[in-house]
């Protein structure tokens, strides 16, 4: 298509036919004048023909001026083909599972906004080459098939995205693992007890499911991360800063550090995470701290001067992070997964709460640990959506930064219920009384058949009590007219056949009793992700051997001179 402006020469042109307008009538017939500008135009045209030559100059300064449009176009044409390369490259990279429906669902608060909560799992899977290898084990089995959730964080983030808890599991917990099929592989089970992360083994979903029915939080989606994927997400931001209290060498991980701080990436990254012998008593519960310590380190790297705006960092860490996860189906996309980070990036570093989940030995396995006391108030909090920091970052002794409700004058975990079945209906006492203890009252409820049955649900308290009976009440959504004060001294509520399912009242206005924040965050290891000064505690116990030689990770360190140290 020719340029309007342009001739075939690329000289100016125009219609000889037409007038040009503004342009002067022909003269009448006879001389024309000798002066004027007609004279100077001849003269000029005798002297060299300079006009001449300004007219070639503008028609080449025309030509390098459509040149560059053309050479402009042909980049942005090129760099927005290259954008949407590079968008449709992340998306191939991501892999993604349904979780149909296993976690249950969140609800949303007074305002419409809705809790995000994501299970972050960190597979033990040498599922590869590369995981094989840097993972170790492979020797005689080779690639191997199946993987447990060795790493298992809930990620909490608030409705209204002020705050965040990180709650970690850890993997030596025992529970009751619901009957699953993996919708890969189709390996299922009909359900059992046993390890909490050996549910990876049919499925992500199947995880998922066994966090919700041991918590009771709802888990929306998951996101999946092996031993190869560490190494890339720590390389791709230029390293992670950590602090060591001691020199520590774990001869199970390979991590070996000298005393202070060190900025990890790769392999060195990797042994950090899964340390478990080099740091706290050398259990599991050792190594969810310096998780802590890490993941609070990378997110003070993300939301750093440059991590973000670099183009080229941008790039490596969305071609890392896109490559290294498997997520579910509702983060499938790259703009969902952006949409997750920025959901991230809104809550401030000194409101995102570290935790990890209360246990207590399992009488059956000294080497196994069970849910322990606090941890059912710990799962309240996640799940009712209250933050465990104020709003100037402190440790939070009230309720939830969205609603900010008044806390009760007795702790929920100090309330117990007697809860007795007034229906014909089998387990109604039971369901009433998980639903109490679940949102944080005393394990001490207990359960009854009704003396006899009754038409009406009715909550009776003794003297003194009547703030405790309006705590349950409001749990519950039981109005104030079933309350009657009694003449006992304990809290009994009667289900009666005015309630016959459910676990809100019918018609109620039920809404969760905030749960005690102080017993939520007691014997859980709480910091925030702002405490860039903490350092990993070396284990003072012998926790790791050398030539068949126990001693402490530090003893190790010093014996194993000859060993290169990890980020040498």
């Known amino acids: ?94 892999h993604s599972v349904s979780l149909d429906g296993k976690g249950g669902t969140e609800k949303a608060d007074a305002f419409g906004r809705t809790p995000i909560n994501i299970l972050v799992m960190g597979s033990d899977g040498r599922t590869s080459e590369a995981d094989c290898k840097l993972g170790g084990g492979c020797s005689k089995t080779g690639v191997q098939t199946g993987s447990n959730a060795d790493v298992e964080m809930v990620l909490h983030i608030s409705a209204d995205r002020s705050n965040a808890t990180v709650m970690s599991i850890p993997r030596d917990t025992m529970t009751k693992v619901p009957a699953c099929q993996d919708s890969e592989s189709n390996q299922s089970t009909s359900g059992y ?34 031993f190869s994927g560490v190494v890339k997400m720590s390389d791709a931001i230029g390293g992670v800063s950590v602090c060591v209290s001691d020199d520590v060498y774990d001869t199970y991980s390979h991590l070996k550090l000298s005393k202070g701080s060190h900025t990890l990436k790769g392999d060195a990254a990797l042994e950090f995470v899964r340390s478990r012998h080099g740091f706290g008593d050398g259990s599991d519960l050792g190594r969810t701290t310096t998780q802590h310590i890490f993941l609070s380190s990378m997110i003070r790297k993300f939301k750093s001067a440059g991590t973000l705006t670099d183009p080229t960092a941008v790039y490596g860490l969305a071609d890392a992070a896109t490559k290294a996860l498997t997520v579910d189906d509702g983060l499938g996309t790259v703009k969902k997964l952006i949409s997750l980070a920025s959901d991230v990036n809104k809550v401030p570093t000194k409101r995102m709460t570290f935790t990890t989940m209360q246990t207590a030995a399992d009488p059956g396995n000294k080497d196994r640990v069970v849910v322990g006391p606090g941890a059912k ?144 965050v007691g014997g859980a290891h709480a910091s925030t992700a702002d405490q860039s000064k903490t350092c990993a505690k070396v284990s003072p116990y012998k926790t790791v051997t050398i030539d068949g030689v126990s001693m402490t990770p530090s003893q190790a360190y010093a014996a194993a001179r000859g060993t290169p140290d990890s980020d040498a």
């Not at 100059?57 to 402009?72: C, E, M, S, Y």
Request: proline residues 6%; contains cysteine; hydrophobic residues 35%.
């Open 1 to 94: 298509m020719s340029d309007p402006w342009d001739g075939p020469s690329g000289q100016a042109t125009r219609n000889r036919g037409a007038r040009v307008p503004g342009q002067r009538a022909a003269e009448p017939d006879g001389a024309r004048p000798t002066g004027g500008r007609a004279a100077a135009r001849a003269a000029a045209r005798g002297h060299g023909g300079k006009r001449g030559h300004r007219s070639r100059t503008a028609g080449r300064g025309r030509k390098v001026l459509k040149n560059l449009a053309i050479g402009l176009s042909v980049i942005i044409v090129v760099t927005a083909g290259a954008g949407w390369w590079f968008y449709e490259h992340l998306n191939g990279n991501i």
């Open 193 to 226: 007890y046993g390890q909490i992360n050996s549910a990876l083994q049919y499925g992500p979903a199947c995880q998922v499911a066994t966090v919700h029915q041991l918590t009771g939080i709802p888990i929306d989606h998951f996101v999946k991360l092996d």
């Open 377 to 520: 108030t710990l799962f309240a909090t996640i799940a009712h959506d209250q933050s465990l920091t104020t709003g100037s970052g402190k440790k939070s002794a009230a309720a939830s930064a969205t609603a900010k409700p008044t806390a009760p004058a007795v702790p929920a975990s100090r309330i117990a219920v007697t809860v007795e079945n007034g229906t014909a209906v089998t387990g109604r006492a039971s369901d009433i009384a998980a639903t109490l203890t679940d949102q944080g009252f005393s394990s001490a409820t207990t359960t009854a058949n009704a003396p006899s049955p009754s038409a009406t649900t009715t909550l009776t308290y003794g003297t003194g009590e009547k703030d405790e009976a309006q705590t349950v009440a409001k749990t519950l959504g039981l109005a104030s007219s079933h309350l009657k004060q009694g003449t006992g001294t304990a809290l009994t509520l009667v289900i009666g056949s005015d309630w016959p399912s459910g676990t809100s009242f019918p018609g109620g206005s039920s809404s969760p009793a905030p749960a005690d924040t102080q017993a939520a």
